[in-house]
């Protein structure tokens, strides 16, 4: 079977100005120094134009650290790619934004730590909440879709109803109520970021409101925490099946967190044809298909809707990237995921079970004033 990327997700520098208690790279960062030049990122976006890639992501870290970010937008537009541009804003002042518009720049998303200053400046570990409501009216002058992202968690789901306020506040086109999944930092941090069953239900019922009333306003995508779900997710969409993710030093991954996985050798741009990874190297082949499951996932009829889960999810919790994803209530180790479930303090509990773990930047990060 042959498979077709869409999207490429190019993490193009690991710096960032923010510490996010629940960042999604991986505890060990890649430095200044390790990440690919400007004409090594070009050469990748022709190759994935070629392979069928439709989207381009430029995320980090922080995109907008690097100096040729501009050149970079340009560069996807020309390879025929969609650019969307994930930031945190700090550091895109008008004249920048106006740059990357005229490089070509689709769609920005911008992220939210909480509606209010004081606790989303405590999740982001810096100073950056008035900088963004400042970037969203800029963003508003300009036309290209804007999307909100709002990563939330059992500290700031009480306040979701203000969240959505803001969204309306701001005229985002579309809004992504982003529960954090737990790898990377968010693992570090999972016994203060865990939400209860209830935060759950009562998320879902505060955004299909909010969808209801906002129909034809602004649309809202949400992800839940799947601890809390009956069947796992289907992790990217399939374990290298329909996008691919880069990482700053060229090293190509089918997820965010694929690197936990031991005994597997993610190859790099710079030594593989990016066509020749996607379709042949052995990381891409290893959890395609269904030769490679478990009981009861290779039996099951949900095989081809879930793909056996998230691999991640399954090492982190039993050591073995083969098992069925824990989430998953006919799995053998479900269990595993009941008792870190049973852990989580009550949600009107807001005392700090310990205290936060903050994303430790790379070298050669500028660092914004710190929180506390």
Known sequence: MSFVPHALIAEVTHRCPLRCVYCSNPTQ???????????????????????????????????????????????????????????????????RLEALVN??????????????????????????HAAKLELAQRIRKHRIAFTMNIVVHRRNLARLPQMIALAEELQVGKLEVANVQYYGWA????????????????????????????????????????????????????????????????????????????????????????????????AFQRFRGDQWMQEPCRSCDRKTRDFGGCRCQAFLYTGDADATDPVCSLAPQRGLIDAVIASVAPAEDASRTAPWIYRINPANTPARTPIG
């Open 29 to 95: 960062m890649r430095s200044r120094s390790e990440e690919l030049s400007t004409e090594e990122w070009q050469r990748v976006f022709g190759e994935a134009a070629g392979l069928g890639v439709l989207q381009l992501h430029l995320t980090g870290g922080e995109p907008l650290a690097r100096p040729d970010t501009e050149q970079l937008v340009k560069s996807g537009r020309a390879a025929g790619l969609y650019v969307n541009l994930i930031t945190s804003g700090i550091g895109l002042g008008e004249a």
């Open 187 to 282: 693992f570090e941090n999972r016994s203060q970021l865990l939400p209860t069953r209830e935060q759950v239900h009562q998320t879902i019922a505060i955004v299909d409101a909010a969808r209801e009333r906002l129909k034809g306003r602004m649309r809202i995508d949400c992800v839940l925490p799947d601890y809390y779900a009956r069947f796992p997710k289907p992790c990217m969409g399939g374990w290298g099946q329909g996008l691919m993710l880069i990482d700053p030093a060229g090293v190509v991954l089918p997820c965010h967190a694929a690197r936990v996985i031991p005994g597997l050798n993610f190859d790099n741009v710079r030594s593989h044809p990016l066509r020749w990874i996607w379709e042949e190297s052995a």
């Open 103 to 128: 490089a070509g720049l689709d769609h920005v998303q911008l992220s939210f730590q909480d509606a209010g200053q004081l606790q989303a400046d405590e999740i982001a570990g810096t100073r950056a």
